[in-house]
């Protein structure tokens, strides 16, 4: 797997995106967004963090841009750790539409551009080519193990019709196995396919694989693993590329699953 950034330009903007598996099928393009943006008035490590003001709403402007998406034409809701799933359609954000707070938005519209936002949790962008479904998770530990990967692969079978076995899947960067020692409610609350993917240390908590408990919870669900990909790069490791809760790059990452409305030819993010 290639792992090298991503430049992505048009107009002033640059984004350099953490390159995540093939090309999405079916005229669907994932981009995981690292900080390293560039355009002008943006400090070269920017947040996107969908609190965090004007810089941040200037920085997902800006990434917008790069990926030839109209300005303000992401749809996110208010992520609260849970396994909740809301139908977006384009451009439905806390600024310019109603959408119930959720950890999860699936869609089926062309035009709509699906975000998620993550600092060491794991982002997965889902989609259907068959069903032209598509999905944006946020999958923390909490919301995993409440099954919000779960809801919402039922949420896209139940509104558009998809069969998980045609399900493509992109897990952006999170925090690695490197970096995640974890104790307490989280190991309660585990179930048994997760806890395969702890790692027990001589001194300390335990270690988790975050990236490979939602890979199993996916493939259990019915996701062809062959069409699963990670990104293998953990947050806290890299704080010139990523935010990490964990770290000391704080803000917010951003992942975007995007739908290119039909021209008669599929316009490419290259
Ligand atoms: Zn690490």
Redesign the pocket.
């Known amino acids: 797997m290639k792992q090298e950034i991503e430049r992505v330009s048009r107009g002033e903007s640059t984004a350099a995106l953490w390159p995540v598996g093939d090309e999405m099928p079916g005229g669907f393009s994932a981009a995981f967004a690292t900080r390293a943006m560039s355009a002008p008035g943006l400090p070269p490590l920017v947040d996107f963090a969908r609190t965090g003001g004007d810089a941040a709403k200037q920085a997902r402007d800006r990434l917008c841009e790069a990926l030839g998406l109209p300005p303000g034409s992401l749809s996110f809701a208010k992520q609260i750790h849970s396994a909740d799933v809301a139908v977006a359609g384009p451009g439905q954000n806390e600024a310019s539409g109603f959408l119930p707070d959720a950890d999860a938005l699936i869609s089926n519209a062309e035009g709509a551009a699906l975000a998620v936002f993550t600092a060491d949790c794991v982002p997965i962008l889902m989609a259907d080519p068959e069903s032209g479904a598509m999905a944006a998770v946020h999958a923390g530990w909490r919301g995993m193990t409440s099954g919000v990967i779960e809801n919402a692969l039922a949420a896209m079978k139940r509104e558009f019709g998809t069969n998980p076995q045609g399900v493509s899947a992109r897990l952006g960067p999170c925090?690695?196995l490197?970096?995640y020692e974890v104790g307490g409610e989280l190991l309660e609350r585990l179930s048994d396919s997760d806890r395969k993917h702890l790692r027990p240390r001589e001194t300390g908590g335990p270690r988790l694989d975050l990236d490979a408990c939602c890979r199993t919870r996916l493939e259990a669900a019915g996701v062809n693993p062959k069409n699963v990909f990670s990104a293998g790069v953990?947050t806290?490791?890299r704080p010139n590329l990523f935010a990490s809760y964990r770290g000391r790059a704080g803000g917010l990452n951003i992942s975007i699953i995007l739908k290119r409305p039909h021209h008669g030819g599929a316009q490419c993010l290259k």
């Open positions: 925090v690695g490197c970096c953990c806290k490791c």
